[in-house]
């Protein structure tokens, strides 16, 4: 039996093999959720909404059909606690750990199958790579639940229940999960500020993406006098990052100055705006229920969410890097340049093209599931569609509140959204095809009009 599983995971490539062990991970963690330990007395979970729930917590969005603080027991917190590590730090990383602990030789097969999950263009110091990104989330994962668990004591009764919602509250800002055991997000905390900063350092961590992070702290860690230069992709994803929060929170300000925001003071508007713009990235949090802002304001945050967090993170969308080139190349057009600068460096085309790939193809794909969901859910208005869609496509967790009330057929649009948003668009793309083969021969050339 061993023999044939071997025969054929040789055949698949890659990318198969990595949708294939989020495949299993997601028919693992539903079990998970079923087992009668994960369950509270009396709590009732259906196949489909276990189903969901593990889709939505293996791709880390945070969309969920049921309360987890109703329906998961103490035991059950931890499991699920455990699932969101499995999208948050990723399937090969944990299964490096697992090779590394086993002392099992990790050969070429393996590190490209870590290679595709980091979506890494070199098979050059992965392991090492693997190492120092679960160090670095576990490590920022126990001083996040140390410094909430402490704090919350002035929130709940006892000690377990404050380390316990400190624990769950540190994974999930931390792996972006948007999941929360308070039963109303972080909206008890609208007014404390102390609590929002520290899911926001949280949640920017698992989003700005695993290389930033480990060039930073090669960064800080550097002998003093010693130059450093941060990569390209560092400094791309940074900026951007940071300009489409800052964006986020100054489009929350206009378009909420004589809405939500009419009477409230000039700290809470600018926590309100902050907060929800940071957690478009992919964190799925929220201070407050985001069906009462207004509808310039929900579409705005349906394109953030659309455009999602950086590569090689926690979090899904077409990725902010895509986003920058796509903008740099319309930029470069218009002031009549071939080639895309900066930074004193020049993009490749073949980056180009693989952004316009990734952009057109989601596109493609959250239009039709917004036309299949508009039609299968006649019940709610297009824009609470839009914004579902876009999502569970950014791998988000932020909702005007239908996912419960969604159809079966509904529920399974929105998890095969989640899934793709979590693989990312090329390994969707690539997810039905085998190694790829050099062209033998070429056809003469024609320009086509375009536009």
Same mark, same amino acid.
């Given at each position: 039996?061993?023999?044939?599983?071997?025969?054929?995971?040789?055949?698949?490539?890659?990318?198969?093999?990595?949708?294939?062990?989020?495949?299993?991970?997601?028919?693992?963690?539903?079990?998970?959720?079923?087992?009668?330990?994960?369950?509270?007395?009396?709590?009732?979970?259906?196949?489909?909404?276990?189903?969901?729930?593990?889709?939505?917590?293996?791709?880390?969005?945070?969309?969920?059909?049921?309360?987890?603080?109703?329906?998961?027991?103490?035991?059950?917190?931890?499991?699920?606690?455990?699932?969101?590590?499995?999208?948050?730090?990723?399937?090969?990383?944990?299964?490096?750990?697992?090779?590394?602990?086993?002392?099992?030789?990790?050969?070429?097969?393996?590190?490209?199958?870590?290679?595709?999950?980091?979506?890494?263009?070199?098979?050059?110091?992965?392991?090492?790579?693997?190492?120092?990104?679960?160090?670095?989330?576990?490590?920022?994962?126990?001083?996040?639940?140390?410094?909430?668990?402490?704090?919350?004591?002035?929130?709940?009764?006892?000690?377990?229940?404050?380390?316990?919602?400190?624990?769950?509250?540190?994974?999930?800002?931390?792996?972006?999960?948007?999941?929360?055991?308070?039963?109303?997000?972080?909206?008890?905390?609208?007014?404390?500020?102390?609590?929002?900063?520290?899911?926001?350092?949280?949640?920017?961590?698992?989003?700005?993406?695993?290389?930033?992070?480990?060039?930073?702290?090669?960064?800080?860690?550097?002998?003093?006098?010693?130059?450093?230069?941060?990569?390209?992709?560092?400094?791309?994803?940074?900026?951007?990052?940071?300009?489409?929060?800052?964006?986020?929170?100054?489009?929350?300000?206009?378009?909420?100055?004589?809405?939500?925001?009419?009477?409230?003071?000039?700290?809470?508007?600018?926590?309100?705006?902050?907060?929800?713009?940071?957690?478009?990235?992919?964190?799925?949090?929220?201070?407050?229920?985001?069906?009462?802002?207004?509808?310039?304001?929900?579409?705005?945050?349906?394109?953030?969410?659309?455009?999602?967090?950086?590569?090689?993170? *926690?979090?899904?969308?077409?990725?902010?890097?895509?986003?920058?080139?796509?903008?740099?190349?319309?930029?470069?057009?218009?002031?009549?340049?071939?080639?895309?600068?900066?930074?004193?460096?020049?993009?490749?085309?073949?980056?180009?093209?693989?952004?316009?790939?990734?952009?057109?193809?989601? *596109?493609?794909?959250?239009?039709?599931?917004?036309?299949?969901?508009?039609?299968?859910?006649?019940?709610?208005?297009?824009?609470?569609?839009?914004?579902?869609?876009?999502?569970?496509?950014?791998?988000?967790?932020?909702?005007?509140?239908?996912?419960?009330?969604?159809?079966?057929?509904?529920?399974?649009?929105?998890?095969?959204?989640?899934?793709?948003?979590?693989?990312?668009?090329?390994?969707?793309?690539?997810?039905?095809?085998?190694?790829?083969?050099?062209?033998?021969?070429?056809?003469?050339?024609?320009?086509?009009?375009?536009?």
């Amino acid at each position: 039996m061993k023999f044939r599983a071997t025969k054929i995971t040789e055949k698949l490539s890659s990318v198969q093999i990595i949708v294939l062990y989020y495949f299993f991970a997601v028919v693992l963690s539903t079990i998970l959720l079923l087992l009668p330990i994960t369950l509270k007395d009396g709590a009732d979970l259906s196949f489909v909404d276990a189903l969901f729930t593990a889709a939505s917590a293996v791709s880390v969005t945070g969309l969920s059909t049921i309360s987890i603080s109703e329906v998961l027991s103490t035991p059950g917190i931890f499991i699920f606690a455990f699932i969101l590590q499995f999208g948050g730090i990723g399937i090969m990383t944990l299964g490096t750990f697992v090779w590394l602990l086993m002392r099992k030789k990790i050969g070429l097969r393996e590190r490209k199958l870590i290679m595709t999950d980091q979506n890494q263009s070199t098979l050059s110091g992965l392991v090492q790579l693997m190492k120092q990104i679960l160090l670095l989330i576990l490590t920022i994962e126990a001083i996040g639940a140390i410094i909430l668990g402490i704090y919350f004591l002035n929130y709940f009764p006892t000690w377990q229940e404050a380390f316990l919602q400190g624990f769950f509250a540190s994974v999930s800002a931390t792996t972006n999960a948007g999941f929360d055991i308070t039963g109303e997000s972080l909206i008890p905390f609208a007014q404390d500020y102390f609590v929002q900063l520290i899911n926001i350092i949280l949640l920017i961590i698992g989003a700005i993406g695993f290389p930033v992070l480990i060039e930073l702290r090669q960064f800080l860690t550097q002998k003093s006098g010693s130059p450093f230069r941060f990569s390209l992709f560092t400094k791309i994803t940074t900026v951007t990052f940071f300009a489409l929060v800052v964006l986020g929170t100054m489009l929350i300000i206009l378009f909420e100055y004589n809405n939500f925001f009419a009477g409230k003071s000039w700290h809470e508007s600018f926590f309100y705006a902050f907060f929800q713009s940071v957690t478009t990235r992919n964190g799925g949090l929220a201070t407050m229920d985001i069906s009462e802002f207004s509808t310039p304001t929900l579409l705005s945050i349906c394109v953030l969410m659309f455009i999602g967090a950086s590569p090689s993170s *926690v979090g899904g969308g077409i990725r902010t890097t895509t986003f920058a080139i796509m903008m740099l190349s319309i930029f470069t057009y218009a002031k009549g340049k071939e080639s895309i600068k900066i930074f004193n460096r020049e993009i490749v085309p073949e980056d180009v093209i693989k952004s316009y790939i990734v952009i057109t193809t989601a *596109v493609m794909i959250c239009s039709v599931a917004v036309i299949a969901l508009s039609y299968i859910e006649s019940a709610f208005s297009l824009l609470e569609i839009m914004f579902e869609v876009c999502s569970a496509f950014g791998t988000t967790g932020l909702s005007m509140g239908i996912t419960a009330d969604l159809s079966p057929l509904g529920k399974i649009i929105i998890v095969a959204l989640m899934f793709i948003g979590r693989i990312g668009i090329f390994s969707f793309l690539f997810l039905l095809r085998g190694n790829p083969t050099k062209e033998k021969y070429h056809y003469p050339k024609e320009r086509v009009i375009i536009g």
